[in-house]
């Protein structure tokens, strides 16, 4: 079936569990993760190009201008960005891609691949989700709060998704992405050459042929 | 996620091998599978509700006048049809129901199903379709050829179907259908309901709440 790769892009409330989902389905299946560009300095362990590409905001700014990424945004003082080379270079091989990234980047993601997967992670309803930033036990009840204030205003947005992935049970969840992923190579708009070259056989087959 | 079951309908190429596919399919998962109606004679070994509900034609010609058929057609001087009542029931009560019709049929049912999930099966070419109609061995090569040129005809009606489902190898296709049926629960047009539940229970949460 299609032979370009499939660019998804994952977004979800914060506390959905995203992040531990998204190792696992890495770790399971092969996918290209598209690694960010931030202008942030470091963290101890850290690697350039690992877990984000370092730049200078000279670089960063010059990359804005001259179109090279996705999207990106500022938050509290630095740049984030994903580089538009890396994806079209793996879409191009064939590979499917996944961008781990919040809503409005989504929406940025959408507008320049249009053909792009929009998957949402949710958990199963919304006592869950304060439970399971209540038990991170890593953030102040003032922060948990803003977290699901949050969470409140995305949900607008999850009707602008394809689809809206449930993490109830880790793996099930892990299989569910993998599968949407996979079964999308057969979606009939991504296959249209496919389908051109079978039209073209099937009528060259001429009366007598057999 | 969504309750309400799925109407899959299920079309293809004659020789695509739908038939051994749909027994498949039937036989590992649960899918109700709705029975057509006609008024040709039973064949031997056939029996009535299994095979298909034998009417005699008044029954039918009140069927269509009432509007309980989701489609029907006529065929050498037989009527064939799908019973609404069957579907609807088998849908309220969550469960997915498959449809094996051909093109002009699966387009009916759209009409009256616009949520219906359209799956067109083929082989991986042209050639392989040859083949197997040939290998079949039942038909004469007149009647292959008349096969043949309507999947040249019906190849133009690929393109509205949702998702184009390749039968290489009849496990897999298997497991794909049973796939795509199941992820399409998880479609965000089917989640309404779970989309506005879950805002208003982030919403709900106050500040001070927690």
């Known amino acids: 079936m299609s032979k370009q790769g499939i660019l998804t892009v994952v977004s979800g409330f914060s506390g959905a569990g995203k992040g531990t989902l998204m190792k696992a389905l890495l770790k399971k299946y092969d996918y290209g993760l598209s690694i960010s560009a931030t202008t942030r300095a ?7 190009g690992r877990e984000y590409f370092f730049l200078t905001r000279e670089r960063f700014e ?7 990424l996705i999207e990106w945004a500022e938050y509290v003082g630095n740049y984030y960005g994903t580089p538009k ?10 590979k499917d891609v996944i961008l781990e ?3 409005q980047g989504a929406f940025h993601v959408r507008k320049q691949f249009p053909e792009a997967l929009l998957l949402f992670i949710t958990p199963p309803n919304a006592n869950e989700l304060k439970s399971r930033l209540i038990n991170r036990g890593t953030e102040s009840m003032d ?15 999850m009707k602008e998704y394809d689809f809206i992935v449930v993490n109830d049970d880790l793996d099930e969840c892990v299989e569910r992405l993998n599968e949407i992923i996979e079964n999308e190579h057969s979606r009939t708009l991504r296959n249209d050459s496919f389908i051109e ?3 073209k056989e099937l009528m060259a087959f001429k009366k007598g042929d057999l």
Do not use: C, N, T, W
């Open 101 to 103: 990234i919040e809503v």
């Open 143 to 157: 922060k948990i709060e803003s977290r699901l204030h949050r969470a409140s205003e995305e949900a607008v947005f």
């Open 42 to 48: 470091p963290r101890a362990g850290e690697e350039d």
């Open 197 to 199: 070259k079978m039209s």
């Open 85 to 94: 080379k890396y994806v079209e270079e793996q879409l191009a091989a064939g």
């Open 62 to 68: 010059s990359m804005i201008e001259q179109g090279e």
